[in-house]
């Protein structure tokens, strides 16, 4: 069984009280198998992000289905989405999405307080994870005071604390310089080797080079799906 | 999610902005500490005025004439007939006259009490030296008289007053006893005034059987209403006229003085309530505020699984802890502002555990109640718009 299966998904905004209508996906299907690493390419507008938030979760299709883990999730309640996206699912966000006011090791460990977890197993976990990133010096540093990459690496502790299947990328190399964004990519690509699923939502092709698989968007719809299509092997 | 996790949380957003969230508080702090002094003032009111009565004499039902004394018809003949009724223990005249009594070169204003013997016991006096007024002076009308304890030293000075001549206008009596002081009873003070036998006051110097009040003293506390009752029928029978004589019953003065402070209290209670809401307004204020600004926070809270009654019992908690904390604070301010009133204006006070429980649970009650609709806005925030908010 597939951990991602996507059936004819359609998403339609409304705006102008319901007289403007969007497709930001028009009939999506798409698998993808335990341990790949994915990226998902698309210029602004071409539904990328949109496919990125129902895979995570955070929205629900118009029409159509999502399977993920065997739940499909389009039927499921906030509450059940909140339990999927807090254990399966692990976000890295283009803009890194830390809380200012709390040091990294707090920001790593949120996950698992939603989760339940007692506070020192949580604290273990969280210092576990944030060594894994190479932050193991900075844990009691605010985001204000890590560099950029050093914060995405925070934000890649923070989705894999609570050892998700599944590790979601939006645009993970948006706001970094070339350094880092290859850091990140390494790590990604590390955590993959790991068995965890990744997939990488980029306009970058740099980025989805480091990708074995490839989907690009465009309108909508899914107009490339290619195994290495970009030429394999990042430099 | 594990509660100590959720105050945590809230302390954390609280102690994000110490300074606002002070502010925010004290509208609350004023609220509950308002409640507290207010309550503690009517409480120590009531307290004072009951051990006051209580300080006149126990169970007491007091009458007086209707009419003025040329047309009195409570006269000496009543004073049996009252002391027949069945729930009445003992009865006390009282005839009061102003005047001047003088010792040597001293003279000072005054008010001798005409009364029976058994005034002491009625009237809940103490004797400091000497005797009170026996059943014989009554009876033989002496020149017997008792001092108030003021009265005693202002006459007297250092000298003992016992068996010495004290002029009452023109009129000499002898000393034979010093009342205890009896403080200050916030009506009339019998310190200053000196106590002869009613029979020699109602002979020498008012020349009629008038009496300007009886004293009455039900046989116990439970028999109060009866007793009014009988002495009520008593007069009428005795008089047969309604307007020629007044009742009053201890209790009812009481009840009076009760019932003044308890209005006072409500009037002042509802000043607090008004800033308690005031207060709770501006704590849903801020918390609207807080939740617009942290939008993103939320998103990301509930990206990563935060469920929405966690948001909700998040930002409850936040505003609760406000609330509590500027309660908490209120209490203190409550304390330390009763002990200034009675500090300064020199009115008792009494902090009651019921208030401090009040306060407390009010604000819980209100940080709640105004945190509900900003929590509630705050829950069912969509994550991506959160996420995308900056």
């Given amino acids: 069984m597939s951990l991602i299966e996507l059936r004819d998904v359609h998403k339609v905004y409304s705006t102008g009280r319901g007289s403007v209508r969007i497709n930001a996906l028009s009939g999506v299907s798409l698998k993808v198998e335990e341990g790949e690493f994915v990226s ?84 273990e976990a969280a210092s576990r994870a944030l060594k894994m990133v190479g932050l193991g010096g900075r844990m009691r540093h605010r985001p204000s005071e ?70 690009k968007f465009r309108d ?14 990042p430099a | 999610m594990r509660p100590s996790d959720n105050v945590r949380l809230a302390m954390g957003g609280l102690l994000g902005s110490p300074f606002r969230s002070f502010l925010t508080t004290l509208g609350v702090t004023i609220g509950v500490s308002a409640v507290i002094i207010t309550v503690s003032i009517g409480t120590g009111a009531k307290r004072q005025t009951e051990t006051q009565i209580q300080r006149l004499g126990s169970n007491l039902i007091t009458v007086s004439s209707g009419y003025r004394s040329a047309y009195s018809k409570i006269t000496n003949r009543i004073l049996p007939a009252i002391e027949q009724c069945g729930s009445v223990r003992q009865v006390t005249p009282q005839i009061n006259r102003s005047g001047t009594a003088s010792y040597g070169s001293n003279g000072l204003s005054t008010t001798a009490i005409g009364t029976s013997a058994n005034y002491l016991e009625v009237r809940n006096l103490k004797m400091a030296r000497g005797v009170f007024l026996s059943d014989a002076d009554i009876d033989a009308s002496t020149w017997n008289c008792v001092l108030g ?68 003293q039900a046989a116990s506390d439970k028999e109060m209403d009866t007793a009014y009752d009988q002495v009520y029928a008593t007069l009428l029978l005795e008089t047969g006229d309604e307007r020629a004589f007044r009742l009053s019953n201890q209790a009812d003065v009481l009840d009076f003085a009760a019932s003044m402070t ?59 802890t406000l609330s509590v904390s500027g309660g908490l604070l209120g209490i203190a301010f409550g304390f330390l502002g009763s002990r200034i009133v009675t500090r300064v204006f020199n009115w008792p006070t009494a902090v009651d555990t019921k208030s401090v429980v009040l306060g407390f649970s009010l604000s819980l009650a209100v940080g709640v109640f105004f945190g509900a609709y900003p929590a509630y806005k705050a829950a069912g925030l969509d994550p991506i718009e959160g996420l995308r908010h900056e």
């Fill in chain 2, 149 to 216: 304890a003021d009265l005693a030293t202002e006459l007297f000075e250092e000298e003992d007053p016992l068996g010495k001549r004290v002029r009452f206008d023109r009129v000499r009596f002898t000393v034979v006893g010093v009342a205890a002081s009896q403080g200050d009873t916030g009506f009339s003070s019998v310190d200053n005034v000196m106590f002869i036998p009613y029979t020699t006051m109602q002979k020498r110097l008012t020349g009629n059987k008038n009496i300007s009040t009886i004293s009455v």
């Fill in chain 1, 146 to 215: 890590l560099s950029g990459g050093e914060q995405q690496r925070v934000a890649i502790a923070r989705a894999l604390v609570s050892r998700p299947r599944l590790v979601l990328a939006d645009e993970p190399t948006g706001n970094l310089d070339s350094a880092a964004s290859c850091e990140i990519m390494e790590m990604l690509r590390e955590l993959n080797s790991g068995g965890m699923t990744v997939i990488v939502v980029t306009h970058e092709p740099e980025v989805a080079a480091y990708t074995p698989r490839v989907l």
């Fill in chain 1, 40 to 123: 998902i390419m698309g210029h602004s507008g071409s539904g990328k992000s949109t496919l990125m938030n129902i895979l995570g979760c955070l929205d629900r299709p118009t029409s159509g289905e999502y399977v993920l883990d065997g739940h499909v999730v389009s039927r499921l309640y906030s509450d059940q989405l909140a339990d999927i996206r807090n254990r399966t699912i692990g976000f890295v966000f283009q803009s890194f999405n830390l809380l200012q006011r709390l040091d990294a090791v707090s920001n790593v460990e949120m996950p698992l307080i939603y989760a339940g977890v007692a506070p020192r197993e949580r604290r």
């Fill in chain 1, 220 to 233: 909508g719809v899914c107009i490339e799906d290619g195994l290495a299509a970009l030429g394999g092997e």
């Fill in chain 2, 262 to 320: 308890d209005t006072m209290t409500l009037l002042l209670s509802g000043i607090a309530a008004v800033s308690l809401l005031v207060g709770g307004i501006g704590i849903m204020n801020i918390m609207l505020v807080s939740v617009t600004e942290r939008i993103r926070e939320i998103g990301i809270r509930k990206a990563i699984g935060a469920k929405e009654r966690q948001i909700l019992a998040q930002f409850v908690m936040e505003a609760a």
